[in-house]
């Protein structure tokens, strides 16, 4: 079932900018629809609507970062037919709106996150080891926790790993269903290449419990098709001229 959300994943990278429903993913998937859609979430980990919205805003950071097209325009040219709609939309999923984004991006200042949580009592604790194994990572490497699949909005809780810093610690995380993403770029390219491949870690949802600690191992690895972008801004992810190669590249 991989190479019919292949399949899909593809057709999506491809007509982003156009109106592509259900039927249009599935059709290229050579499925039902509703098959379509349970296979894919098993795949991906979301649906492909919420993947397809993932895929236009991520284009759109790149098009605010590299090009001097008005939000207006980029918003038509990623699929949206409402402005206002796209701007709510990337502001939350980005934390920062078109105009602040472009103007951060060329600036290369996106400042430090926001003040990490310290422990507490009523709530939980995520704590592990990101396994660089076959990797190398650029600088940082980002940890998360998110409310969905998608890496996007503010995380409950981050963490920053540095190079001899393997453990990370996520705390203050409400009682729920979280997932723990993590996000770096590849550090084996030369310094003065454009291009750097994502480098990033995932695992399945956790149930977080108050008072409670979970344990994790999460091993980084390059991005790939199934892969959904980051589109939560970090510093060094979104900077004018470092173009990311994407999972369809």
Request: overall charge positive; hydrophobic content about 40%.
């Amino acid at each position: 079932m991989q190479d019919a959300v292949h399949r899909a994943i593809e057709t999506i990278w491809s007509h982003y900018t156009e109106p592509v429903s259900l039927s249009d993913l599935a059709d290229a998937a050579i499925l039902s629809r509703f098959y379509f859609s349970r296979v894919f979430r098993q795949v991906t980990g979301t649906s492909p609507g919420r993947f397809l919205s993932a895929i236009r805003l991520h284009q759109a950071k790149a098009m605010l970062r590299d090009s001097e097209l008005g939000v207006t325009d980029i918003s038509y040219r990623v699929g949206y037919n409402s402005p206002g709609s796209f701007t709510s939309r990337f502001t939350r999923s980005v934390g920062l709106a078109p105009t602040r984004y472009r103007a951060r991006a060329r600036l290369q200042d996106f400042g430090p996150l926001p003040q990490v949580p310290t422990p507490d009592p009523r709530r939980g604790t995520v704590v592990g080891t990101v396994h660089r194994s076959g990797v190398v990572p650029l600088r940082n490497v980002y940890v998360g926790a998110f409310a969905s699949p998608i890496a996007e909005g503010m995380p409950v809780s981050w963490d920053v790993l540095g190079p001899q810093r393997p453990r990370f610690q996520l705390h203050g995380l409400p009682e729920g269903t979280w997932y723990i993403r993590v996000a770096g770029l590849d550090g084996t390219a030369p310094e003065d290449r454009a291009e750097r491949r994502m480098l990033i870690g995932t695992c399945p949802s956790i149930t977080v419990r108050s008072g409670r600690v979970v344990e994790l191992d999460i091993t980084l690895r390059h991005s790939g098709i199934f892969d959904l972008p980051v589109l939560f801004a970090l510093p060094e992810f979104d900077c004018r001229n470092l173009a990311l190669v994407a999972g369809a590249c």
